[in-house]
């Protein structure tokens, strides 16, 4: 590989080091910078998703015996797709509920769409940024 570059640069009569600074100052920074975003995304997506689980608990915890019945994994199935688990056996209606319980649910719904929404810009900008990086790359070598 590294003699396909070489031969390239001769090529272009251009050496390594006039080849490398082609490219736009601090280049490398940008590049160790979206490094440890993209890591640091990748770390973050389990802790959304612990921190999904942890809430959907709290309300599980605080409803009666119909929602202890069910079960956590249950319960958290129907709470993130009530579509789908209407149709199934054991559905807990949320419009049985005491008017408390509703809207304790309402409140944790609406903070895991606001946590969602933020989770899905922020991973559009890291993998925008990517592909920013990568076209600059190819632009400039």
């Known amino acids: 590989m590294k003699k396909i570059a070489r ?13 490398l600074s082609r490219l736009p100052p ?9 490094r440890m975003l993209f ?18 608990y709290q309300v599980y915890r605080s409803l009666d015996d119909r929602a202890r019945r069910l079960g956590f994994l249950w319960y ?3 709470f993130q797709v009530p579509m789908l688990a209407k149709g199934m056996n054991e559905y807990l209606d949320p419009g049985q509920l005491p008017e ?3 809207a304790q649910i309402d409140n944790v719904k609406r903070q ?13 900008l890291v993998l925008g940024f990517g592909a920013a990086m990568a076209f600059i790359r190819k632009y400039y070598s």
């Open 7 to 19: 031969a390239q640069t001769q090529q272009a009569g251009l050496s390594p080091k006039k080849r």
């Open 26 to 34: 601090g280049m490398g920074m940008l590049s160790e910078t979206y």
């Open 39 to 56: 890591l640091g995304t990748a770390a973050a997506l389990p802790l959304y998703v612990i921190f999904v689980y942890w809430k959907i």
């Open 76 to 78: 958290s199935f129907q």
């Open 100 to 102: 408390d319980a509703r």
């Open 112 to 124: 895991l769409r606001f946590v969602r929404t933020i989770i899905v810009l922020w991973v559009f």
